[in-house]
């Protein structure tokens, strides 16, 4: 049963530390997705990847948070210096684009905590 | 730019009643309409999902109709159960691009 992999489950970390999430799409998916969701905010696409390539990351701060995809099978997303507004579950999602079938895939969440 | 708009919630019904759940879009080109259904501590799944103008997406009960010309998708089903309590949310991918913009989500809560 395929599914996209989210690791840590669960981050608690003190203000100002580096947080590494990590994301394994669906073998054979060539779109991988950030969000972050929040009570305030909703469902916020922070960026997003085709080909390993970043498409659109204008909705992650730029200052602090960096997305990468080192090979196919893995998605990075880091926040340094995080800081307690980053509290939130970020979701990654992956999908085929071009291939008819558009449904986008998510990972349970990565449940970060900043204090 | 492309936006979806849905119902605020919570929306609280008792098991059996009829749901309606509003979404609205905004896009340049032909978007595709899905919604996509969130149970507490998971990521999203997708409940249902239509590609062009008029076509009604279904499943498990709940179906939504692509419209148009009022650039709506609103999610119905006649007879809510209590497994249905969970997060709804709306979204549309414009073609070519394959960006996912979804709405805020609606929190539906099923009483017995």
């Known amino acids: 049963d395929a599914r996209v992999t989210q690791t840590p489950r669960h981050k608690v970390t003190e203000m100002g530390q580096e947080v590494t999430m990590r994301c394994q799409p669906i073998?054979?998916?060539?779109?991988v997705f950030w969000y972050r969701q929040t009570m305030m905010q909703g469902l916020e696409l922070l960026a997003y990847f085709r080909n390993r390539a970043p498409l659109d990351d204008s909705g992650m701060p730029k200052d602090r948070f960096s997305a990468e995809m080192p090979d196919a099978t893995l998605a990075t997303l880091k926040i340094q210096p995080s800081e307690p507004r980053d509290s939130a579950v970020y979701f990654c999602?992956?999908?085929?684009?071009?291939?008819?079938?558009?449904?986008?895939?998510f990972g349970q969440g990565t449940r970060l905590t900043v204090v | 730019g492309d936006s979806v708009t849905q119902m605020e919630g919570p929306v609280t019904l008792s098991e059996e009643a009829f749901l309606t759940i509003n979404c609205t879009y905004t896009a340049t080109g032909y978007p595709s309409l899905f919604w996509y259904v969130q149970y507490p501590g998971e990521g999203l799944q997708l409940l249902l999902k239509?590609?062009?103008?008029?076509d009604k997406g279904s499943n498990k009960g709940f179906e939504a109709t692509y419209r148009k010309e009022t650039t709506s998708f609103h999610l119905e089903k006649g007879s809510v159960q209590v497994s249905d309590s969970a997060v709804y949310f709306c979204a549309l991918t414009t073609s070519g691009t394959y960006k996912y913009i979804f709405g805020t989500g609606t929190r539906l809560k099923v009483l017995a």
């Open positions: 239509a590609t062009k103008a008029d």
């Open positions: 073998l054979g998916h060539n779109t």
């Open positions: 999602a992956s999908g085929l684009a071009g291939g008819g079938n558009t449904e986008a895939f």
